[in-house]
């Protein structure tokens, strides 16, 4: 079984928006690199809200209808337009890259959970397509942060006995690995 409800895919896109927006300043602050502005947090959040107004007309638009019925690629379009869009400043435009990179291997893997193995594997896809994307991408930016957490993952998942969820895992299980 699979959770392809375009509701559960929202309810992530909204915790990593509400993470983000409670820690903005302390983002902010951490703007040095390519022009220290101030306002990366700022930046960052405008892209994610851009991709949650999206997910809300899809799902609006789809009713009760799975993303499967909507079609992954689709989505995957959606997204990306709308976060690249909505993207203000270099950390905007990145983040838009992350969020195809990760929407992409998300929609590559029709039926599966989302769990420890998905989550890495994303991450990856994520770090390489906004490494792409970026003309001459610099050590010690979000590029470099994106990376090194999915290699974290990664290895953190060899020497893991439950990276991934079984066809039988309950909602909640999967709510706990989302988080």
């Keep these: 079984m699979s959770d392809a409800s375009i509701v559960r895919f929202r309810a992530v896109v909204e915790a990593g928006l509400a993470a983000l927006e409670a820690r903005r300043e ?12 101030g306002d990366t ?20 638009a789809s009713q009760e209808r799975t993303i499967d019925d909507i079609g ?34 998300l929609a590559s893997r029709p039926g599966e959970l989302v769990d420890p193995v998905l989550i890495s594997a994303a991450l990856a896809r994520a770090a390489d397509q906004a490494y792409g994307s970026v003309r001459d991408p610099a050590e010690g930016t979000i590029l470099t942060v994106v990376r090194e957490m999915s290699v974290r ?19 909640q299980q999967q709510n706990e690995v989302i988080a």
Excluded at 41 to 60: H, K, Y
Excluded at 81 to 96: F, K, M, Q
Excluded at 153 to 171: Q, W
């Design 153 to 171: 993952v990664a290895s953190d998942l060899a020497h893991s006995s439950n990276a991934r969820l079984g066809a039988g895992a309950t909602d």
């Design 26 to 37: 302390e983002v902010n602050d951490l703007n040095v690199f390519p022009v220290a502005d």
């Design 41 to 60: 947090g700022d930046n960052m959040v405008l892209t994610l809200r851009a991709v949650l107004q999206e997910l809300d007309r899809v799902s609006t």
């Design 72 to 105: 992954r690629d689709e989505i995957v379009a959606s997204v990306a337009r709308a976060a690249l869009l909505g993207a203000r400043g270099n950390s905007g435009v990145i983040l838009s890259q992350l969020t195809r990179g990760a929407a992409e291997e």
